[in-house]
């Protein structure tokens, strides 16, 4: 889904979202180059359901990264929490570890004891088809690359619980 605020956008995204066919009654005829990003019904439907319960997820989210925040607030582990100007979703959980070494060993601890973390995707440029393109300094992802670790973030609370 995309909101657009002008018509002129609406209109664009729409040409793309349609393989760029230009209007035509009977003729195929592409004017740029674009993909078929329209969803089908069902797909639609489901997003339709979601977002009636996305408040709901929300504040679950919001409930569990309060929850971390706290647990972590007074340890070498610095959980990623929303800056002063803005209001996360919280869909994905992150902590970042002082260094690799306690990354790693909070990692395999973790894991070991059935909790599922994971460290954070691998860079682009450190991909195999990747590796020759261009690039500019990377020194701050790649430092995130070697601390932050994805902790679990699915909602751990009942609806119920959060509806009253």
Do not use: I
């Given at each position: 889904?995309?909101?657009c605020r002008d018509p002129n956008d609406a209109y664009r995204i729409k040409h793309l979202s349609t393989t760029a066919k230009v209007?035509?009654?009977?003729?195929f005829y592409h004017?740029?180059?674009?993909?078929n990003y329209r969803m089908p019904?069902?797909?639609?439907a489901l997003g339709c359901a979601q977002l009636e319960v996305l408040p709901a997820?929300?504040?679950i989210k919001r409930v569990l990264?309060?929850?971390y925040q706290e647990y972590f607030k007074d340890s070498d582990y610095l959980f990623v929490s929303e800056p002063e100007y803005a209001e996360s979703n919280y869909w994905l959980n992150a902590i970042i570890c002082p260094d690799k070494k306690l990354r790693d060993q909070f990692l395999e601890s973790t894991n070991l004891s059935g909790v599922s973390t994971r460290p954070v995707?691998?860079?682009m440029h450190r991909l195999p088809m990747f590796k020759d393109c261009i690039r500019d300094d990377l020194s701050v992802s790649e430092k995130l690359e070697k601390t932050l670790v994805n902790i679990?973030?699915?909602p751990i609370i009942k609806l119920d619980d959060i509806n009253g």
């Open positions: 889904m995309v909101l209007d035509h009654p009977y003729e004017d740029e180059l674009a993909f019904n069902l797909n639609a997820y929300l504040k990264a309060s929850t995707w691998t860079l679990p973030s699915s």
